[in-house]
C-alpha cells in the first residue's frame, strides 16, 4: 500500500475550501465552548452534535474532530487558568500549569501547550503515515488481560504524580477505586453503594468530580481569606512577554518529543490509554529531571510534557476508530455515531472504500493543530486577562458557569448537587492535606481495572495465571512491580549508608 | 527531619479518622454484596480489596502525623500563600451554602431566577459589592449563560414552575 | 421618514407573505384540530451517537413535517435511561413529552432491578418503528462452522466456551443463555458493556464468541467474522443467508424492538394523531436509510400493537430471566 500516496490524498481533501472551513468552524466554537469552565472535549462534542448531523461525511468528520481538538485545547486552558480541569488527561495539566499562571506565567504555559500539542499532532500524523492502518492490530492484541496490567501500572504511576506524601496518595488511590464502585456492577450488573438513588445507578460522572474537586473547591479557597493586596498576580500584558521563552523552550524540548511518542504509542490502545499517556509523561519528566523538587511548583517540563502526550494520544486514538471501528473513549463514539449516520460504518473496509476520508481525516487533524495555534497566540494576552478580574467577581462566574455545565451534561439538576457535594468535599480536602488528583486518577481507572480483571478471570476460568500466561501482561506486570520495588530498594539503601553530604529529603 | 512539628494537627487526624469509618462502612457492606461465586469473585470483593487499601494507608498516615511526620501545608493549599488575615467563616458558609442550596432552588423557581438568587447572595452578601456592580455582573452573567447554553447550544435549561427563562 | 419604492414594495410583499402564511397555518391547525400547537419533546433515554439516538432522531426529523411543529430532542440517559423513563411517566398526557421507548427499559430493566415506573400502566404505547438485530458470531478462523456445533462444544465442555456480551441482562445475552439452557450447554459470558468492544476481543481472540448486534457488520464484511444465527424472527436482508434461531429449531426469537410512547391517559385524538404522524414519518427515505445504516430492523407496530407487545414482552422477558435465574430472582 503507497502510504505517502494516501497521505497526499489526505492534503488533497484536508486543504479543500469546504474542508478547511470546517475544520476552522470546528477548532473556533471547540475553543470557544470548551474554554467555558467544566465543558471538556465529551461534553462539547456532544453538544455540537446534532450541528454536524446536516454536513456531508467528510466534513462533519472533519468539523467534529476540530470541535475535538478545540475542546481540548480550551480545557487546557481553564485547567491553566482556573484549575478545571475538563477532562481527565487535564488534571495533570492543573498541576504545574495553574502553578505557573499563579507565578504570572500563565502565557508560556497556554503557549508551550500549543506548541506541544502542534508537535505531537506532526509526530502523530507521521506515525499514522508511517506505520497507519499496520497499527490497527495493536488495538486488539490488547485484551481484558493486558488493560488490567496495563492499568495496574498505571495506578502505581498515580501515586507518583501528587508532590505530597506517598501514604496520603495512596489513601486517595483507595478513595478513588472505592468511589469507581459506586453503580452497576460491570460484570453481573447488582447495584453497589447506591442507597437507592437512581442516578447514582451509572455511577459518579468524572467531569462533575472534577469540577467540584477542583474548580467549585478552588472558589472556597479563595473566599475563606482575604487576598493579600500585594500579592496580585502580575501577568505581563504584551503577546511577546506571553510567548514561551527561549529558556522555555530547551526545557521544553524533550519532554514534548517522548510525550509525543508516549502519548501516540498508548493512545492506539482504547480504554484509559490517553489517560494514562497524561500522566505517565509527567512521572517520566519528574524522574528524569535533575531538579524534580520543582514539579508542582509550576515547572514548564510538567505542563509541556503531558499536554504533547494527551494531543498525541488523542489522535492515535482515530487509528483504531476508523480502522477497525472500535471507539477508544466516549468522543470517539461519538464521531462513530456521526459517521454511521452517513452511512458509513468505521471499520477494517473503511481504508478500502473510503480512502479519501480516512486520509483527509488524519490529515486535517494537523491541519486542525495549526489553525490553533494561528488562532490562538493572537487571543493569549485576552486569555491572560481573564485573571485580571478581580477575584470578587471571577468567582462568582465560575460557579455560574460549572453549575451550568454540570447541568448540561445530562440535564439534570442532581449532578448539580452531587458537584455541590463534591465542592465542599474538596475544600476540606485541601484542609486535610490530601490531594483530589490521584484521587481522581484513581476513579477513571478503577472502573478499568475492575471490569478488566474480572474478565480476565472469567476468560481464564477462575485463575489468576492467565495475567502471566500472556506475554503482554506479563511484561507490564513485571515492569509495574520494578517500579514498586525500586524506591523501596532506594530507601533501603539510603537508610543502610548515611547521606554523604546535604541534608536527606 | 529536623522541622518536624511536635503536635499533629486537629484537622488531620480528624479526616484521617472520617476516611477510616468510611472505608470501615464501605467494606462492610461489601461483604454484604457477596465476594466470590461459581469459581469468579463477586460484586463485593473489589470494592472490600480497595476499602482495606485506603485503611491500611490511612492507619500509617495517621502514625505519621502523630510522628510529627505530616506535611508541609503550603503544599496543599497554593491559595493561603496569597491570602491573609483570619477565616470568614461567614464568607465561606454563604458560598458553600449558595451552590448546596442552588439546584433545589433551581427546580421550582427555574434557571434564570435561581442563578439571580444565587448571584445576589454571593455578590451583595458575601463578598459585600455595591448595589451598581452587581446588577451589572448579574445580569451580564445570567443573560451570557442562558444566550450560550439555552439558546445557542439547545440545553433546555430549567424553567421552573413559573416558566421564566 | 423616507422610503423608496423599491423598498416599499418589498416590504408590502413580505406582509403578503406573512399575512397568508399565517392563514394558511392557521386554517391548517384548525382542520386537524388543536394538537400540537406548540413544540413537542422528545426525551431520548440514552446517550447521544448511539443506534438508538440517531434512528429516533431521524424518525423524529421526518415526524416534525408531519405534525406542523418542531420536536425537541433531549438526552437523558442518567440512571441507565430509568430517571427519564420516571420522569415521562409522571409527565402531563398532552401529548406534548414523549420518550423513547424500547425493550431495554420497558421490559427488560424491571426484571433486573427496581425501576420507578410501571411499564405497562405508566406509559401510553404511541407506535413502535423497528428493532435491533442480534447476531451470534465467532471469528472466520473458528473451528464451528453453525450454531449446532457451538452449543455442542459448550455442552460437552462445561463453562469453557466464553461468550462476549455488551451486558448482563441485554437482549443479546438473554438470547444465548437461552440457546445454551435450552440446549443442555453451559457458556461462559463475558460482559464489555457495549457491542463494540465485545467484537474487539473477539477478534483479538479473547473470548470465542460474541453476541452483538449490527455493529458486526462490517467485519463480516471483510470476511474475519461469521456468523451462525440471528435471534429476531426472519432474516435480516443484510444478511439474507444467516438462519433464524427459529430455522435452527428453537421455538422462540427475541424481539428487541423501539418505539415512542408518552405518559398514561393521553386523549385518544391526540393519541391518533401522533400515532398517523410517527407511522408516516417511517416513509421518508432520510430515516429508512438511517435503519438501514445501522442495521437495524424496521417494522411499524401501531399504537394497538405496540401495547400488545409491551405487554406480551414483560412476561416474556420476565419468563426468560426467571428460568434462567438472573436479575431480581437471582436470589430465589
Not at chain 1, 141 to 159: D, M
Not at chain 1, 161 to 171: A, E, F, K, P
Not at chain 1, 258 to 277: D, T, Y
Not at chain 3, 119 to 135: C, E, H
Request: charged share 15%; net charge positive.
Amino acid at each position: 500500500m503507497d502510504l505517502l500516496g494516501g497521505l497526499a490524498q489526505g492534503f488533497a481533501v484536508a486543504l479543500g475550501p469546504s474542508a478547511l472551513l470546517h475544520c476552522m468552524i470546528g477548532v473556533v466554537i471547540g475553543t470557544a465552548i470548551g474554554v467555558l469552565p467544566g465543558l471538556g472535549p465529551t461534553a462539547t462534542i456532544s453538544l455540537l452534535l446534532p450541528i454536524t448531523y446536516r454536513l456531508d461525511p467528510v466534513s462533519s468528520v472533519i468539523m467534529l474532530s476540530g470541535i475535538y481538538y478545540g475542546a481540548m485545547y480550551g480545557s487546557s486552558i481553564t485547567a491553566i487558568l482556573v484549575r478545571i480541569p475538563g477532562e481527565a488527561a487535564s488534571i495533570v495539566t492543573c498541576i504545574d500549569g495553574y502553578e505557573m499562571a499563579r507565578r504570572g506565567r500563565a502565557g508560556p504555559a497556554l503557549g508551550m501547550s500549543a506548541f506541544g500539542s502542534f508537535i505531537a499532532g506532526i509526530v502523530a500524523t507521521i506515525g499514522i503515515a508511517l506505520f497507519g492502518p499496520m497499527l490497527s492490530g495493536v488495538a486488539i492484541r490488547f485484551g481484558p488481560a493486558e488493560y488490567t496490567a496495563l492499568v495496574a501500572l498505571g495506578l502505581i504511576l498515580v501515586t507518583h504524580v501528587s508532590g505530597g506524601s506517598v501514604t496520603r496518595s495512596l489513601v486517595m488511590v483507595g478513595l478513588g477505586l472505592l468511589a469507581s464502585t459506586v453503580g452497576l456492577d460491570p460484570i453481573v450488573g447488582s447495584e453497589r453503594f447506591t442507597m437507592g438513588a437512581l442516578f447514582l445507578q451509572d455511577g459518579l460522572d468524572i467531569a462533575i468530580m472534577a469540577m467540584g474537586l477542583f474548580g467549585v473547591a478552588e472558589v472556597l479557597a479563595m473566599a475563606e481569606r482575604s487576598l493579600k493586596p500585594s500579592e496580585l498576580l502580575a501577568q505581563p500584558r504584551r503577546t511577546r512577554d506571553l510567548l514561551p521563552t527561549r529558556a522555555d523552550w530547551r526545557a521544553s524540548a524533550a519532554p514534548i518529543g517522548r510525550g509525543s511518542l508516549l502519548g501516540f504509542a498508548l493512545g492506539l490502545l482504547p480504554g484509559g490509554g490517553a489517560l494514562i499517556a497524561s500522566f505517565a509523561s509527567y512521572v517520566m519528566e519528574k524522574r528524569l529531571s535533575r531538579t524534580p523538587e520543582r514539579f508542582g511548583t509550576g515547572a514548564i517540563e510538567g505542563v509541556a510534557g503531558p499536554e504533547s502526550a494527551n494531543n498525541a494520544a488523542a489522535q492515535a486514538s482515530f487509528v483504531p476508530l476508523l480502522s477497525l471501528g472500535i471507539p477508544s473513549n466516549v468522543v470517539m463514539g461519538v464521531l462513530m455515531g456521526a459517521l454511521m449516520i452517513h452511512g458509513i460504518t468505521p471499520g477494517p473496509m473503511l481504508l478500502q472504500s473510503q480512502p479519501a476520508l480516512f486520509w483527509g481525516v488524519i490529515v486535517s487533524m494537523f491541519v486542525g493543530n495549526l489553525m490553533l495555534i494561528v488562532l490562538n497566540v493572537p487571543l493569549l494576552p485576552l486569555f491572560v486577562a481573564l485573571l485580571r478580574i478581580p477575584q470578587r467577581i471571577l468567582s462568582p462566574l465560575i460557579l455560574v458557569f460549572c453549575v451550568v455545565g454540570a447541568y448540561s451534561l445530562n440535564n439534570s439538576t442532581t449532578d448539580i448537587v452531587t458537584m455541590g457535594v463534591f465542592g465542599v468535599l474538596g475544600w476540606l480536602m485541601r484542609k486535610a492535606r490530601l490531594d483530589p488528583a490521584p484521587f481522581l486518577l484513581a476513579f477513571v481507572l478503577g472502573g478499568l481495572f475492575e471490569r478488566s480483571f474480572r474478565q480476565s478471570l472469567l476468560i481464564g476460568g477462575g485463575s489468576p495465571m492467565i495475567f502471566l500466561q500472556k506475554p503482554i501482561s506479563a511484561a507490564l506486570l513485571a515492569a509495574a512491580a520494578l517500579l514498586l520495588v525500586l524506591p523501596l530498594v532506594r530507601w533501603g539503601v539510603r537508610r543502610l549508608r548515611p547521606a554523604p553530604t546535604g541534608k536527606a529529603s | 527531619m529536623t522541622d518536624a512539628r511536635a503536635r499533629p494537627a486537629p484537622g488531620d487526624v480528624a479526616a484521617l479518622l472520617v476516611i477510616l469509618a468510611l472505608v470501615a462502612a464501605a467494606g462492610q457492606r461489601s461483604l454484604a454484596y457477596g465476594l466470590w461465586s461459581y469459581g469468579e469473585p463477586g460484586p463485593g470483593l473489589f470494592p472490600l480489596l480497595v476499602s482495606a487499601v485506603a485503611a491500611f494507608f490511612a492507619v500509617l498516615a495517621l502514625i505519621a502525623t502523630f510522628a510529627g511526620a505530616g506535611p508541609a501545608e503550603a503544599e496543599f493549599d497554593p491559595e493561603s500563600a496569597q491570602q491573609e488575615g483570619p477565616m470568614l467563616w461567614g464568607k465561606i458558609a454563604l458560598y458553600a451554602g449558595v451552590v448546596l442550596a442552588w439546584p433545589w432552588l433551581m427546580v421550582p423557581l427555574g434557571f434564570v431566577v435561581s442563578t439571580a438568587i444565587a448571584l445576589f447572595v454571593v455578590l451583595r452578601l458575601a463578598e459585600r459589592m455595591a448595589w451598581a456592580p452587581t446588577a451589572a455582573v448579574l445580569v451580564a452573567a445570567v443573560g451570557l449563560s442562558w444566550l450560550v447554553f439555552d439558546r445557542l447550544l439547545g440545553v433546555p435549561l430549567p424553567h421552573g414552575l413559573l416558566g421564566i427563562g | 421618514m423616507t422610503m423608496d419604492r423599491r423598498q416599499f414594495v418589498r416590504a408590502l410583499k413580505t406582509t403578503a407573505l406573512a399575512v397568508g402564511l399565517s392563514v394558511l397555518a392557521a386554517s391548517g391547525a384548525a382542520a386537524q384540530g388543536a394538537f400540537p400547537s406548540k413544540p413537542i419533546q422528545l426525551i431520548i433515554p440514552f446517550a447521544p451517537g448511539g443506534a438508538t439516538d440517531l434512528t429516533s432522531r431521524a424518525l423524529a426529523k421526518a415526524a416534525e413535517a408531519k405534525l406542523g411543529q418542531p420536536i425537541a430532542i433531549i438526552n437523558k440517559p442518567a440512571g441507565g435511561g430509568a430517571v427519564a423513563m420516571q420522569e415521562v411517566s409522571r409527565a402531563q398526557p398532552d401529548g406534548y413529552t414523549l420518550i423513547n421507548f424500547t425493550a431495554i427499559q420497558a421490559a427488560i430493566a424491571p426484571h433486573m432491578r427496581d425501576v420507578p415506573y410501571d411499564p405497562v400502566k405508566g406509559f401510553t404505547p404511541v407506535m413502535l418503528y423497528g428493532a435491533f438485530n442480534t447476531y451470534v458470531a465467532v471469528r472466520s478462523d473458528s473451528p464451528y462452522k453453525s450454531l449446532a456445533e457451538l452449543l455442542d462444544f459448550a455442552k460437552k465442555n462445561p463453562r469453557v466456551l466464553t461468550s462476549g456480551i455488551s451486558v448482563i441482562g441485554a437482549s443479546s445475552h438473554l438470547g444465548m443463555a437461552r440457546l445454551a439452557s435450552d440446549s443442555g450447554a453451559q457458556v461462559t459470558f463475558v460482559p464489555f458493556g457495549g457491542g463494540a468492544p465485545a467484537i474487539t476481543a473477539l477478534l483479538g481472540r479473547h473470548v470465542s464468541s460474541a453476541v452483538t448486534s449490527g455493529e458486526v457488520l462490517p467485519h463480516v464484511k471483510s470476511g474475519d467474522v461469521r456468523l451462525l444465527a440471528t435471534l429476531m424472527n426472519k432474516r435480516a436482508p443484510e444478511t439474507p443467508e444467516v438462519p433464524t434461531v427459529r430455522e435452527l429449531g428453537f421455538a422462540w426469537d427475541i424481539n428487541s424492538w423501539l418505539g415512542i410512547a408518552g405518559p398514561p391517559g393521553i386523549p385518544a385524538e391526540v393519541l391518533s394523531r401522533l400515532e398517523k404522524a410517527f407511522l408516516e414519518a417511517m416513509e421518508d427515505a432520510a430515516f429508512k436509510k438511517s435503519m438501514t445504516d445501522l442495521a437495524m430492523v424496521t417494522a411499524a407496530s401501531d399504537a394497538a400493537q405496540a401495547r400488545t407487545q409491551i405487554e406480551s414482552d414483560v412476561q416474556v422477558f420476565g419468563d426468560i430471566l426467571k428460568s434462567l435465574k438472573m436479575g431480581r430472582y437471582t436470589q430465589n
